[in-house]
């Protein structure tokens, strides 16, 4: 007699709401080493030239591993997958798949227009019950069409995967979860980047589960992430409807630190909160996004932190004067906005030397230089910049009443601290050496610069016999504030930049 089929219920207490995706000549060998951390499993079939050859080793799998529950895919090229055969021949691989102990099997709807409904019957005859699978490599276009589609053949599930080319093309896929996934059928996110919210918050708005790649591997699908970054990142499987959201905004951001330090603070502190990346340079986009996902808070990164000012409800001093904003808060009447780059940098050097009175150089004249410079004019410090482009500096100076200086005038000055805020000695950057050692004329370097962690100038510094402060101590200063103005209750420092120093290594 076939197995039973499976239900949502009886899927979720079996397999929880992650599935990993094992591809390629390493399939099982990837599946094994993903237990027990997860024991739901989607096999690729189409990853290999001879899916057939894998039906052996599948079965044999499966049978030594009866806490698996498996989906079996061999998707056709045409329609984004690997597998070069006709639909009867995916049919026939596939049936074998449920035979072998595949509780579900993914085919594309294109096969069920082409076989027809007896083409699902013959896998649930063999106990597996039927997924129709949709995806768009390219965009999003409308989406209950798709469904609609798919409603001829009953299948058991129905799984929707567009491609978010922005956050309002997530967004679309939210609402289709919100309307069509109450009954638990629905399996839906969005490829991409920009669709990293839909992954990470599918399971909430109604898809029956989401997909992740294994440690340590490539993903199956465009914006596919890592397990442990599912798990433990985002802790996806305890969200719910009660999960504070924050986020990261700006354009890029796919390099971004702030969500492995603002979850691991989420986590340290039992708060039942998740920060996801969102992607865009557009303020009316990014705040329809925050509407719609009731986002309490956010991290602003370049280049919005300009373009939302005109948005803000009220904004605390720091954000008047440098007419920048790097966090939001969600208030009753709009946003409140902040900065917390320059407590960022104030906060470490205060911690390693009275400011009032002190004497600092400051190189470069861009964002955070302007942080830099009405941060410690403000502690009652004597400022000084220094910038290749010259003029720039005198701006700069002359809107903050403090000093420009040239780099032929170094050698007449001595300093209490140097701070670099030049993007000098980030990865893959070319600029000249903003100073030289001869002209480290100070006790302090402070070089805003955190990835790498150890940077030229930090070397450099340190051979010096000068104290130095990491670019790392102003990013996390800066996120420390910010964890405070969302919840109110003081951060878990030391984690949080544990957190990003792992990162970063």
Sequence with gaps: MPA??????????????????????????????????????????????????????????????????????????PYGGGFTGTAQQQIDILAEAAAAGCQLIDIETETAEELGTAALDTLRANGAAVIL??????????????????????????????????????LQLIDLLETHGTDGRLIAMSMGFRGTL????????????????????????PGQVSLSTLQNLYRAESITPETAIYAVAGLP???????????????????????????????AELLAVVDRLNIRGLSITMPLKETILPHLTISDAAVQQMQTCNTLVKIAEGFAGHNTDVPGIVGPLQRAIPLSGAKILILGAGGAARAAVFGLRDAGAHVYLLNRTHTRAEALAAEAGVH?????????????AIINSTPYGMRNQTMEAPIAAEEMRAKVF?????????????????????????????????????????????????AMQQAVLEALS
């Design 133 to 170: 699978s949709w995806h768009d490599f390219h965009g999003t276009p409308a989406l209950e069409p798709e469904l609609d589609r798919m409603a001829p053949f009953a299948p058991d599930f129905r799984k929707i995967v567009p491609t978010a080319t922005t956050l309002t093309e997530a």
């Design 404 to 416: 420009a200086i040239r780099r032929e005038d170094l050698a007449a000055h001595t300093f209490d």
């Design 253 to 283: 951001i796919t390099g971004s630190l702030s969500p492995r330090m603002h979850n691991t603070a989420f986590r340290e502190s039992k708060r039942d909160a998740v920060y996801i990346p969102l992607e865009t340079d557009i303020p």
């Design 198 to 221: 839909t992954r990470v918050l599918g399971p909430r708005f109604g898809s029956l589960f989401t997909f992740a790649s294994p440690e340590g591997n490539a993903g199956t699908a």
């Design 4 to 77: 039973p089929l499976i239900t949502p219920e009886s899927l979720h207490q079996r397999a929880g709401r992650i599935c990993v995706a094992v591809s390629g000549p390493a399939m099982f060998s990837l599946a094994a080493a993903t237990l027990p951390a997860c024991r739901f499993l989607e096999f690729r079939l189409d990853s290999v030239p001879d899916p057939a050859s894998q039906l052996p080793q599948l079965r044999q799998f499966l049978s030594e591993h009866p806490e698996v529950t498996a989906v079996a895919t061999c998707r056709r090229l």
């Design 446 to 494: 402070f070089d805003l610069v955190y990835n790498p962690v150890e940077t030229p100038l930090l070397q450099l510094a340190r051979q010096n016999g000068l104290h130095v402060i990491p670019g790392v101590e102003m990013f996390v200063e800066q996120g420390v504030r910010q964890f405070t103005y969302w919840t109110g209750q003081p951060a878990p420092r030391e």
